[in-house]
């Protein structure tokens, strides 16, 4: 049996959360994608994250430098919760990110800071943020 599976099988048996949680439809990680083209059909952004437990996790959001300042960060940041909220009855997202990526475009869309880890990796700070789904 895998190291994997006996974690899960002992947190499920400590956790009654965990438990109800095994026996619905949101015990399973399923994959969220968002993509934009641009005119010519190359890639112009993504998103990339899954839903687990009524909660987004993105994974990575990504724009090219030609479309950066446009808003397409935030269309497809706004797709994914839309989706999550809809279509996955998800309640929050969570995501991280590195000081000179973009906590404060993460800031300016409603989500707050809940971990800052600095020196991770040295020289860089990683924050943890989360949003609410309304």
């Given at each position: 049996?895998?190291?994997?599976?006996?974690?899960?099988?002992?947190?499920?048996?400590?956790?009654?959360?965990?438990?109800?949680?095994?026996?619905?439809?949101?015990?399973?990680?399923?994959?969220?994608?968002?993509?934009?083209?641009?005119?010519?059909?190359?890639?112009?952004?993504?998103?990339?994250?899954?839903?687990?437990?009524?909660?987004?996790?993105?994974?990575?959001?990504?724009?090219?430098?030609?479309?950066?300042?446009?808003?397409?960060?935030t269309r497809l940041?706004?797709?994914?919760e839309q989706t999550?909220?809809?279509?996955?009855?998800?309640?929050?997202?969570?995501?991280?990110?590195?000081?000179?990526?973009?906590?404060?475009?993460?800031?300016?869309?409603?989500?707050?800071?809940?971990?800052?880890?600095?020196?991770?990796?040295?020289?860089?700070?990683?924050?943890?943020?989360?949003?609410?789904?309304?």
């Amino acid at each position: 049996m895998a190291l994997r599976s006996r974690l899960r099988e002992t947190n499920t048996a400590a956790s009654p959360v965990l438990s109800s949680l095994r026996d619905t439809g949101h015990a399973s990680q399923v994959p969220l994608q968002v993509w934009a083209l641009d005119a010519d059909g190359s890639l112009a952004g993504g998103l990339v994250g899954h839903t687990w437990a009524r909660w987004l996790h993105v994974t990575y959001l990504w724009v090219d430098d030609r479309h950066r300042g446009a808003g397409l960060g935030t269309r497809l940041l706004a797709q994914a919760e839309q989706t999550a909220r809809e279509d996955r009855d998800c309640t929050a997202v969570r995501l991280e990110t590195w000081d000179f990526q973009a906590p404060d475009f993460y800031r300016g869309r409603g989500y707050e800071v809940v971990c800052v880890i600095p020196d991770y990796p040295p020289g860089i700070t990683e924050y943890t943020l989360t949003k609410k789904l309304a």
